[in-house]
């Protein structure tokens, strides 16, 4: 009779529902959004548009920590608000106000800028929260000149949460035994068009576009000083035809096709087309995230038109990775967005740190002795600044 039990028992647990863990996706609500690539170019009006909303029918914060890869810059951060089902949109060099009260969005300074951001659910204490509600994309926007004029478009890489869930430390962790969110993706596989290869367009092909493309590549760990990995990319052309090369890569690679000599070695074989896939190295700290930029130019036509590859996403990465969301704090006390000046906003976000409701994550700036919280005599340091400026 046990023997029988036991017999049952073990049936019912072969069929239980199993639930696949959470992956890495760009078209499912998730709790960490990835963008892999942003950038601004004053000078060339050059911008990105950043979209993200709320699907849930509750309101979410949202924290978004930008690391920069150009070295034109210091990372920075900030957070705002959405309530159930709300959008929100704003152009990285511009920055802008969320509506409903959602809370003010920083320019980002300097003239040129390139890099990553991150933004994931936060609560209201400024915390974390890991609930699978946001989606977005960024689009880069060329100006300048009307016939310059154009825009590429891509939808972020969400990680959803596990069950597990993230803490209030300052570090996301990806992937592994304690993993707080999914693990970044193993490997990117991008279908392109090699550098020299045309495409016929309208009746007959009687306009014929040529392409130019660049790889970009994103680790999913993060921080302020960096993350170092080196990866391997591999071609595979329409013929078979494999090469493969290993470069190594500060948090991001942003790389011509015609740069790198695996690409350049099959296009000068005939090549037109083939599959690029990118795989971390073996030992490496981190997973990538990759997109191609393809450029689509015409003989008698000084247009340029630009369109995002996006990638397939291949299997998880197994190593657990991190994102660390704690920046260092800026000279001046009270500098959420390190603008060079303390606002009323900044203050206010001050005071609730200081009150416990909201974490000293949200603003690094004005923990001055980095033991994790705000005291009377920071927040003064803050007023003082507010008073008299970053420079007085």
Same mark, same amino acid.
């Given at each position: 009779m046990r023997r029988a039990r036991l $017999?049952?028992?073990?049936?019912?647990?072969?069929?239980?529902?199993?639930? %696949? #863990? +959470?992956? #890495?996706?760009?078209?499912?609500?998730a709790a960490l959004l990835m963008f892999p690539y942003v950038t601004v170019d004053r000078a060339a009006a050059v911008d990105t548009l950043i979209e993200i909303t709320n699907t849930a029918n509750l309101p979410v914060g949202v924290r978004c920590v930008y690391y920069d890869a150009s070295g034109a810059g210091a990372s920075s951060a900030f957070t705002f608000r959405l309530t159930m089902q709300q959008p929100a949109a704003w152009r990285l060099g511009a920055g802008g106000e969320v509506a409903l009260d959602g809370g003010t969005i920083p320019a980002l300074a300097g003239a040129t800028?390139? +890099?990553?951001?991150?933004?994931?659910?936060?609560?209201?204490?400024?915390?974390?929260?890991?609930?699978?509600?946001?989606? +977005?994309? #960024?689009?880069?926007?060329? /100006?300048?000149?009307a016939a310059a004029v154009d825009a590429a478009r891509y939808n972020a890489i969400g990680l959803p949460a596990t069950e597990i869930g993230p803490n209030a430390d300052g570090v996301l962790r990806l992937g592994g035994v304690d993993g707080e969110y999914a693990g970044c993706p193993a490997a990117a596989a991008l279908p392109v068009l090699l550098d020299g290869a045309t495409v016929g367009l309208g009746s007959g092909g009687t306009v014929e576009h040529v392409l130019s493309s660049?790889?970009?590549?994103?680790?999913?760990?993060?921080?302020?000083?960096?993350?170092?990995?080196?990866?391997?990319? $591999?071609?595979?052309?329409?013929? /078979?035809?494999?090469?493969?090369?290993?470069?190594?890569?500060?948090s991001q690679l942003r790389v011509p096709f015609s740069a790198?000599? %695996?690409?350049? %070695?099959?296009?000068?074989?005939?090549?037109?087309? +083939?599959?690029?896939?990118?795989?971390?190295?073996? /030992? %490496?700290a981190s997973g990538v995230v990759a997109l191609a930029l393809a450029a689509h130019a015409s003989g008698g036509d000084t247009r340029v038109h630009r369109a995002f590859i996006s990638p397939r996403l291949i299997a998880a990465f197994e190593a657990p990775e991190q994102i660390d969301t704690t920046l260092p704090a800026p000279a001046c006390a009270g500098d959420c967005n390190a603008n060079g000046a303390v606002a009323i906003n900044e203050l206010i976000v001050g005071v609730n740190i200081a009150l416990g409701n909201q974490a000293t994550t949200t603003c690094p700036a004005f923990d001055l002795n980095a033991n994790g919280s705000v005291a009377i005599n920071e927040l003064i340091a803050a007023v003082n600044r507010a008073l008299s400026g970053c420079d007085g």
């Amino acid at each position: 009779m046990r023997r029988a039990r036991l $017999l049952v028992v073990a049936v019912l647990l072969l069929l239980r529902p199993v639930h %696949a #863990a +959470g992956q #890495a996706s760009s078209s499912e609500p998730a709790a960490l959004l990835m963008f892999p690539y942003v950038t601004v170019d004053r000078a060339a009006a050059v911008d990105t548009l950043i979209e993200i909303t709320n699907t849930a029918n509750l309101p979410v914060g949202v924290r978004c920590v930008y690391y920069d890869a150009s070295g034109a810059g210091a990372s920075s951060a900030f957070t705002f608000r959405l309530t159930m089902q709300q959008p929100a949109a704003w152009r990285l060099g511009a920055g802008g106000e969320v509506a409903l009260d959602g809370g003010t969005i920083p320019a980002l300074a300097g003239a040129t800028r390139e +890099g990553v951001l991150d933004c994931y659910a936060v609560g209201d204490d400024g915390a974390p929260s890991g609930t699978d509600v946001l989606i +977005g994309a #960024a689009t880069i926007e060329y /100006g300048g000149a009307a016939a310059a004029v154009d825009a590429a478009r891509y939808n972020a890489i969400g990680l959803p949460a596990t069950e597990i869930g993230p803490n209030a430390d300052g570090v996301l962790r990806l992937g592994g035994v304690d993993g707080e969110y999914a693990g970044c993706p193993a490997a990117a596989a991008l279908p392109v068009l090699l550098d020299g290869a045309t495409v016929g367009l309208g009746s007959g092909g009687t306009v014929e576009h040529v392409l130019s493309s660049t790889l970009i590549v994103a680790t999913c760990s993060q921080a302020a000083a960096g993350v170092s990995i080196s990866v391997e990319i $591999l071609l595979t052309n329409e013929f /078979g035809q494999q090469f493969s090369i290993t470069r190594p890569i500060q948090s991001q690679l942003r790389v011509p096709f015609s740069a790198i000599d %695996a690409i350049d %070695a099959i296009a000068a074989q005939g090549s037109s087309a +083939g599959t690029l896939r990118v795989t971390p190295a073996e /030992g %490496a700290a981190s997973g990538v995230v990759a997109l191609a930029l393809a450029a689509h130019a015409s003989g008698g036509d000084t247009r340029v038109h630009r369109a995002f590859i996006s990638p397939r996403l291949i299997a998880a990465f197994e190593a657990p990775e991190q994102i660390d969301t704690t920046l260092p704090a800026p000279a001046c006390a009270g500098d959420c967005n390190a603008n060079g000046a303390v606002a009323i906003n900044e203050l206010i976000v001050g005071v609730n740190i200081a009150l416990g409701n909201q974490a000293t994550t949200t603003c690094p700036a004005f923990d001055l002795n980095a033991n994790g919280s705000v005291a009377i005599n920071e927040l003064i340091a803050a007023v003082n600044r507010a008073l008299s400026g970053c420079d007085g």
